[in-house]
């Protein structure tokens, strides 16, 4: 049992959802002098786009932001909180990004993400996407769905 629920998020989640994500990109925001704010208007991300939270008893420990463009799904942020890093949980909520992406008839999906988090890149290359472009910080990725 995976001991963790995943649901839409609401807008009493936003302080919550931010401070996972806080707490999820914290290890790279000490290496990363460049990281962009990726925990800013939570409340704002849930109010216009497609955001999901995992939770275990109440408390917000994954979040998942989809943002439907014109021809693809974005994949705008993928958070775990530390605790329950390893657990399987981020694949759950890609598995989940890619279901709600086919269902709702994208047949591709396209990320960017930060040159220092060669962990995630190849996290993401093991998952099926494939790097596009890199510009400055910046790494385009794309998968089909």
């Known amino acids: 049992m995976a001991g963790w629920t995943i649901r ?14 806080d707490a999820a990109y914290a290890p790279y925001a000490k ?20 955001v999901w939270v ?8 994954g979040g998942l932001v989809l ?3 014109t021809g693809f799904m974005r994949l705008a ?6 605790e329950q890093q390893g657990t399987g949980l981020g ?11 086919e269902t709702q008839g994208y047949r591709e999906m396209r990320l960017v993400t930060h040159t220092g988090m060669s962990e ?8 099926g996407w494939r790097e596009t472009e890199r510009v400055g910080n910046k790494v385009s990725m794309k998968k089909p769905i």
């Open 31 to 50: 290496r990363l002098s460049d990281l962009p704010p990726v925990s800013a208007d939570c409340a704002g991300e849930i109010a216009k786009h497609q």
């Open 54 to 61: 995992a939770e275990i008893d109440g408390a917000i420990v």
């Open 67 to 69: 943002i439907p463009e």
């Open 77 to 82: 942020n993928v958070a775990v909180h530390p």
């Open 8 to 21: 839409r998020a609401e807008q009493g989640d936003a302080d919550a959802l931010a401070a996972c994500i």
């Open 91 to 101: 694949r759950a909520l890609l598995t989940l990004a890619d279901f709600e992406s």
């Open 120 to 127: 995630n890149i190849r996290l993401y290359q093991r998952l």
